[in-house]
């Protein structure tokens, strides 16, 4: 073959390289788009489609769409939040957004004693010997370094704190409710030991603790403070009124499902959502896939959230349903997507 003609022959090669490459990237493209629109549905609505189509069609759409839609949703391209104007300036500095959780029935307890730790408030079950409630707040700026993690131990002020070895060997990680870097970092050593009392601690399973629980507490420590000022969290867990697990050799209640609700406010615009967590999640999955309006979870844990909020905002901000977990600032995303490998 002449020179002439292998030239000739290496420019069609590189042509038709780069059409293939131009459609491979386009079907790529298209694929993720599709994949992040399905993934936005409410989570019943995927549930439904997952069981209506087979797994190789679903799976790699879930796959997809949210991982790359975990990252269009941080720089805010994809989804919605729940947010609503308010005419009342944010308590700054409190603890409590617009009061604490009231008992509305079952399947929350009706022995609740209220803990009150200074920068955080615990709803303890001495039944239970756990929390069903914990609320905090998370200002701005972190002016502590992290610093040596303190030992769990037994509250001697509240009845029925369990030890820190009835948990061992039981499966279950002491899963703080208030955490312990944002309440370290924000309000110093002190506070921190306080969140490694007993009383602060519910059994959750590894999985849970150390994947998606700690992926929402990183979010509102590190991310979504710097972007949105002081945020204020709810936590809570859910136990079976009927027929309760408890930790071996022990009466200490295992919850089936935990939830956090997260609130902040920019000028007068609040903006609010909720995410529950079964016991048995799996490592690795996606908190906006738990996502659910608050108003469903007061029916399912039997509490009324934000009671002190007038009607006018508490209706639609508690009825909304968001399609994604809440924007960060462009410059941290680098951060959230180290965290998430580092913890896949």
Known sequence: ??????????????????????????????????????????????????ADYPSFVTAPLLSVGNAVGDITDGFGWTGHDAIYEYDVEAPAGEVLFAGAPRRTGSPAPNDIITLDRGEFIVGWSPKLRHPVWCAYHVAKEARYDVGTRPNFSKDRNVFSSPSPSDYEHSGYDRGHMAPNFAIKTRYGDKEQRQTFLMSNIAPQRPQLNRGVWKDVEHRIAQLWTARYGEIWVIVGCVSSPGNPETISGTDIDVPEQFYQIVVA???????????????????????????????????ITGFDFLPELPEFIQSPLESELPSRLWPIRWQDMFDQIAFRLSND
């Open 1 to 50: 073959m002449s020179a002439k003609r292998r030239r000739k022959s290496k420019r069609n090669s590189r042509k038709v390289s780069l059409r293939s490459g131009i459609v491979l990237l386009v079907l790529a493209v298209a694929f993720s788009a599709v994949s992040v629109w399905f993934v936005h549905h409410p989570r019943r609505w995927i549930e439904r489609k997952c």
């Open 265 to 299: 406010q920019e000028g007068m615009d609040v903006r609010a959502f909720a995410v529950i967590f079964p016991q048995d999640v799996p490592y690795g999955t996606y908190a906006a896939r738990h996502l659910i309006s608050i108003d469903e979870l007061e029916t």
